[in-house]
């Protein structure tokens, strides 16, 4: 059985590094992120409600707001959700929490 990582182990890589897999430098995330939002865009200019779940430092985030009435975005990561948080204090429409499991409904 595969073990899960927990919020232990992503808050010992952010305290290593703030962006430890370079989103806000990397081109390849760059590239990944402009497809993305392109892909998003073309199929509808604008969403009502959206999730992004394991969203790290908020920089894809960020680049999802304008696109969104309403974005909840969450990490297991304390360290993370704090970068986050400051990132996307000027977007209104954002909420940025700290989650480290779902909820079931029945």
Do not use: H
């Not at 890589?13 to 865009?41: C, G, H, I, M, N």
């Not at 974005?71 to 209104?92: G, H, M, N, Y």
């Amino acid at each position: 059985m595969r073990e899960r990582l927990g919020r232990e182990y992503f808050d010992e890589l952010y305290a290593q590094s703030r962006d430890p897999w370079d989103f806000e430098t990397s081109e390849y995330e760059r590239d990944k992120y402009e497809r993305t939002l392109s892909v998003l865009a073309r199929r509808q200019r604008s969403y009502r409600r959206a999730l992004e779940v394991g969203c790290s430092i908020g920089v894809f985030t960020a680049m999802l707001a304008p696109l969104c009435g309403e974005l909840l975005a969450v990490d297991v990561s304390e360290k993370a959700i704090t970068v986050a948080q400051q990132r996307l204090a000027d977007f209104p429409n954002v909420r940025v929490e700290l989650r480290t499991r779902t909820r079931a409904t029945v």
